[in-house]
């Protein structure tokens, strides 16, 4: 696959934002949303990291990380009026904050359909040293779910370290979770399955959970197919590359891999230095996946991350119609920066793919959020943004972590964090975007 790389310059660049500031496209920021289209910094106390979001029925819109306590960091989840003010109803000031250990962060949350909440993420230990998968469930005013295992969450701990990315529930109200458990130095993907009382699963695969044969793969995104198999994305080391690349890995509804995936549930493609971070379904059950592939050449010392997305059918067989050669590859866009990752992808209402991520250059020094939308046939939307794309600086160093969700009439929220130095953790913000459809 042949990569480009190509320098914006300012005119570029102007034009670009005058094109977002006339005429309101597809896109611009929704000033009916918190006045300005955007929300930042709402829980000034606080120094937030955000890394994922959801929208309820009633269009409320809750996100998912953790916060600074001071020492180590306390689970966030927070939920905002579908005009991006803090909503009061829930947990009475519109934010939860929990300390189970050290370091506590949440990194996906889904809503029920009694509307009930759930998120998972990883604990870790003061000296970092071990990692457990924790699961939450509130009530929908934000109160703890006592009758999930009889305090509102649970703690999973059955390897050196287990964690979860991402969750979705089935229809049974079970919740399933992705991520990956180190056993003997190494990483495995991981698979847990917990009934709606919030006990372990004995029917889905082992004991509740599966994790890989094969050494040194993880995942970082999960959907659930139609038919309720499940399939997860990330990553597994290639001894052929010497180097990580893109993997998918699909399960029947009872854990075992699905033999009806590529023959075996796992699907490879040998990218070096690759990595799937999101997933999505189309109407017809085909399978998006996101995340960036790696453009190295040592001769010219350049390393540059390119923006990717798939188009897989659900047994596995790439989608020979999708762009034309069933995947995207953006390092011709990649126009304002060097790099590029994807960080979150979703369907529209219209079927068009809305993907985001962040950029940054050679030098590292600022990263930016960007937000692209594509035709069902992997052909660009030109009405949305800037000819398909659109970038959105807060006047920060570092933007980064993006999420997005998607309103029944298309509109986009997007979420993710801000501060004002590069890496400065301890001083970030979260942000909530509004774009117009």
Not at 7 to 34: E, V
Request: charged share 20%; hydrophobic share 40%; aromatic share 12%.
């Amino acid at each position: 696959m042949i990569h480009y790389q190509k320098q914006i310059t300012l005119a570029m660049l102007m034009l670009c934002l005058c094109g977002l500031a006339y005429g309101d496209p597809s896109g611009s920021l929704d000033k009916s949303f918190n006045r300005t289209g955007q929300v930042k910094d709402s829980l000034p106390q606080f120094l937030e990291t955000v890394k994922d979001v959801e929208l309820q029925n009633d269009g409320k819109i809750l996100v998912a990380g953790s916060c600074n306590s001071g020492d180590g960091s306390d689970t966030l989840l927070a939920r905002y009026t579908s005009g991006g003010k803090l909503d009061t109803a829930f947990n009475g000031k519109g934010y939860i904050v929990n300390n189970f250990d050290y370091l506590d962060y949440f990194t996906a949350v889904k809503t029920l359909p009694d509307g009930k909440i759930v998120a998972v993420g990883s604990i870790y230990s003061g000296d970092g040293s071990q990692a457990r998968l924790i699961v939450c469930r509130y009530n929908s005013n934000g109160t703890p779910d006592k009758a999930f295992n009889g305090t509102g969450y649970l703690i999973f701990s059955q390897h050196a370290e287990d964690t979860a990315f991402d969750l979705q529930i089935d229809s049974a109200g079970r919740i399933i979770t992705a991520g990956y458990a180190k056993i003997n130095d190494q990483f495995h993907v991981l698979i847990c399955r917990f009934a709606a009382n919030g006990t372990l699963d004995s029917s889905f695969a082992a004991n509740g959970y599966y994790t890989s044969e094969s050494p040194n793969d993880a995942a970082y995104a999960l959907v659930l197919q139609h038919d309720g198999k499940i399939v997860a994305a990330g990553s597994a080391y290639s001894a052929k590359e010497k180097s990580w690349v893109l993997a998918l890995f699909a399960f029947s509804q009872n854990g075992k891999p699905d033999t009806g995936f590529n023959g075996n549930g796992r699907l490879i493609i040998p990218m070096a230095e690759s990595s799937f971070y999101a997933l999505a379904l189309s109407g017809n059950g085909d399978i998006i996946a996101g995340g960036y592939s790696t453009f190295i050449d040592e001769a010219n010392y350049i390393y540059q991350l390119d923006p990717i997305i798939f188009r897989i059918h659900k047994n596995g067989v790439f989608d020979g119609d999708f762009n034309e050669k069933w995947a995207i590859n953006l390092s011709i866009i990649n126009l304002a920066s060097n790099n590029m990752v994807v960080t979150d992808v979703a369907v529209a209402p219209d079927g068009k793919i809305v993907f985001c991520g962040y950029q940054y250059g050679f030098s590292e020094s600022s990263y930016d959020i960007f937000v692209c939308r594509y035709k069902s046939d992997g052909n660009f939307d030109v009405s949305f943004g800037q000819g398909g794309y659109a970038i959105y600086d807060f006047g920060n160093t570092f933007d980064i972590d993006a999420s997005l969700a998607i309103t029944k009439n298309g509109s986009i929220i997007i979420t993710g964090n801000t501060s004002k130095a590069y890496r400065e953790y301890d001083n970030e913000d979260l942000f909530l975007l509004k774009l117009k459809p």
